[in-house]
Structures are given as structure tokens and as C-alpha cells.
């Protein structure tokens, strides 16, 4: 198990940029799949972001190109990049890690840990 915490949420303008952080206390480099989701009010919980533990990445068709997931495996630490901001993107930011190895869709299913996760407002 691993605890995951996130920051680096705020509001900013349409266009504007955030960058995400994910602490893990354990060694990121070893957990098989990490991924970001996101939920706004009355929605459910979307699948944002995977990277698996050799670095390959996939992306929700909603942020591909905008978005950047990494991670800093001497840091311990889960990235998002989000460039190009819109309002609909305003969410409730988790960050979430798995013991198996990702799916070819970003599920929540196999993600066992999870953030408390950190807020995204976007004002247009």
C-alpha cells in the first residue's frame, strides 16, 4: 500500500496552466501503474491520465494534447502538466496508484490507492 497525497490545485483563467504533484511514500518507480482522475459535481469520477511503470502514457481523449503525465521516481512523485485550460475541466483532482499493470483504458477498477485529492477551478 501506499499513501498518495496531491497539491498544486488552485483557479485560474481559460487558457491558463496548473501543475499537479502526487507524493507517494513508496518508491513510484516500482508500482506498476499510476494514473490521475477527476470528478466534478454531479458527474462521475473520469479517468484523466495513466503512466505505466516503463513511462508509457495514455491520455483521455478530452486532454490529449493539454495535459502531461510523468513521474519523478527520485522524488517520489506524480506529475500532471495541464496547459490550455477550460472551464469543463474544473474537478476534483485525484491521483490514484495500482498494483496491477494498467488496462488499455484508464478504469478506476484497478487502482487500489488513492489521494484525498486537491481542487481545479477554471474561470472562462
Known amino acids: 500500500q501506499v499513501q498518495l497525497v496531491e497539491s498544486g490545485g488552485g483557479s485560474v483563467q481559460a487558457g491558463g496552466s496548473l501543475r499537479l504533484s502526487c507524493a507517494a511514500t513508496?518508491?513510484?518507480?516500482?508500482?506498476?501503474?499510476m494514473g490521475w482522475f477527476r470528478q466534478a459535481p454531479g458527474k462521475e469520477r473520469e479517468g484523466v491520465a495513466q503512466?505505466?511503470?516503463?513511462?508509457?502514457?495514455r491520455y483521455a481523449d478530452s486532454v490529449k494534447g493539454r495535459f502531461t503525465i510523468s513521474k519523478d521516481n527520485a522524488e517520489n512523485i506524480l506529475l500532471l502538466q495541464m496547459n490550455s485550460l477550460k472551464p469543463e475541466d474544473t474537478a476534483m483532482y485525484y491521483c490514484?496508484?495500482?498494483?496491477?499493470?494498467?488496462?488499455?483504458?484508464?478504469?478506476?477498477?484497478?487502482?487500489?490507492?488513492w489521494g484525498q485529492g486537491t481542487q481545479v477551478t477554471v474561470s472562462s
Open positions: 513508496g518508491n513510484t518507480a516500482t508500482i506498476p501503474c
Open positions: 490514484a496508484a495500482s498494483w496491477l499493470y494498467c488496462h488499455n483504458s484508464i478504469s478506476a477498477a484497478i487502482f487500489r490507492d
Open positions: 503512466i505505466m511503470r516503463d513511462g508509457t502514457t
